[in-house]
């Protein structure tokens, strides 16, 4: 069975909640990632922040990065998945709560890495890509 670590993206890094949208956007230039965990002070998943997030909930809306930490633009209940769990389990996760990234926790509840779209488009069938696309795009 193929597993949700199997198809991921190792190496997620969090961010805490507290640390402001700039660094949240260096950090994602370093890494070359697109979106950031945010954890809590107890590290424990809070949100995701997107680039996008930060563009247009912070630039376009005339703050400052400086300022608006990452904690501020979590919305809504984090979703993640466990490391073993099957790639149907990672997939009806995506496509029930229409998300594009979902971060990956193992039994110790550390995050162990990302599975974004690119990760599924290596990892599957053209079939279940295209149900894939069709439910989360919707």
Not at 94 to 114: F, N, S, T
Request: with cysteine; glycine share 6%.
């Amino acid at each position: 069975m193929t597993t949700a670590a199997d198809i991921m993206s190792p190496g997620a890094q969090w961010i805490p909640d507290t640390e402001t949208l700039d660094r949240a956007a260096q950090l994602m230039r370093e890494h070359d990632v697109g979106a950031l965990p945010v954890s809590d002070e107890n590290e424990r998943l809070c949100g995701i922040i997107t680039d996008r997030d930060i563009v247009v909930h912070c630039v376009a809306a005339g703050h400052d990065p400086a300022r608006v930490t990452a904690g501020d633009l979590c919305r809504g209940t984090p979703r993640w998945i466990s490391s073993s769990a099957s790639v149907e389990e990672v997939l009806q996760e995506m496509e029930i709560h229409q998300i594009r990234r979902l971060p990956v926790i193992d039994g110790d509840k550390r995050l162990v890495g990302m599975i974004s779209e690119a990760d599924l488009a290596r990892s599957l069938t053209d079939d279940q890509i295209g149900e894939f696309v069709e439910h989360v795009y919707a």
